[in-house]
């Protein structure tokens, strides 16, 4: 069993992520190693799922882009870690010296939240939403 932080959880909300998006987090912290390495590929996430090739990979995108999920550089074939922050640790000790590590080093990566230039509608006004998913 692997252990997380738990305030980043609390504000995933604010990440504005799509409910596919949510998913393939899910499937990848499922299937995920200590320390956030993931050995699975796009096409074998959408397996798990069921939500296409298409979807897939914007939700993928979106993943990405937010900073939850690490993706190497290269061509096809890309390699997927989780941000240290949402990985799982297989204890209290290792997840205090990776973010640690990764902090005094400099190299923790940032977690995007999106930044409103106005205000955000309001959940259920309908006027200018669109679904993504």
Known sequence: MLIT???L?????QLELT???IKVLSVMFR????GGVVHMKQAEIDEVLGVGQASMSRAMALLVERGLVL????GRGHRYALHP??????GEGEMKRELA???AAGTLPPINVPDYTRRPPRPGSG????AVA
């Open 19 to 21: 409910p596919t998006a």
């Open 31 to 34: 299937h995920s190693e200590s």
């Open 85 to 90: 922050a949402v990985a799982g640790y297989s």
């Open 127 to 130: 006027r200018n939403l669109h």
């Open 71 to 74: 993706r190497s550089n290269g």
């Open 9 to 13: 959880l609390g504000m995933l909300h």
């Open 5 to 7: 932080t738990t305030g």
């Open 101 to 103: 590590e990764l902090q």
